[in-house]
Every structure is written in C-alpha cells, then in structure tokens.
C-alpha cells in the first residue's frame, strides 16, 4: 500500500492530534476491507508486537474503535 497524502491541513505540531484523525478516517474509508486492525506509531515507539497481537485477538474487528492515551 502506498502512502496517501493528506491534504488542506495545518502545519506544524500543533494540529497533530487532528492530522491523526484525518489519517485514520481516511484509512477507515478507503481500507476498511483490507485489514483488521490499523496503528499510528512514531519513529520513537517501541511496540511490543506479541503482546499487541494478543490484546487484539481479543477485540471485535467488526466495530471501530480507538486505543490510545490522550498526553496533557
């Protein structure tokens, strides 16, 4: 899969949060068939592969929902 652009939005950090968003609902609407499940890491994440395999297997794929922890 390519990577699709996200156009008409902010620069910078600040809009990051939102720019997330755009991302996923555009993979949700173009995507949706073609996967389970969809992840936004940073280049600074470590994600332990096993264990999110796991905590998914557990998940209803049939529904959208998000994961995740909001930073203040």
């Known amino acids: 899969m390519s990577i699709a652009p996200i156009n008409n939005t902010l620069p910078g950090y600040d809009h990051l949060t939102l720019k997330?968003?755009?991302g996923?609902?555009?993979a949700?609407?173009?995507?949706?068939?073609d996967f389970d499940w969809f992840v936004k890491a940073d280049d600074?994440?470590?994600l332990i592969v096993e264990n999110l395999k796991l905590f998914l297997s557990k998940?209803?794929?049939?529904e959208p929902?998000?994961?995740?922890?909001?930073?203040?």
């Open 28 to 33: 949700y609407e173009h995507h949706q068939n």
């Open 59 to 62: 998940q209803n794929t049939t």
């Open 65 to 72: 929902i998000t994961f995740g922890y909001n930073f203040k």
């Open 24 to 26: 996923f609902y555009f």
């Open 20 to 22: 997330s968003r755009l």
């Open 44 to 46: 600074d994440t470590y």
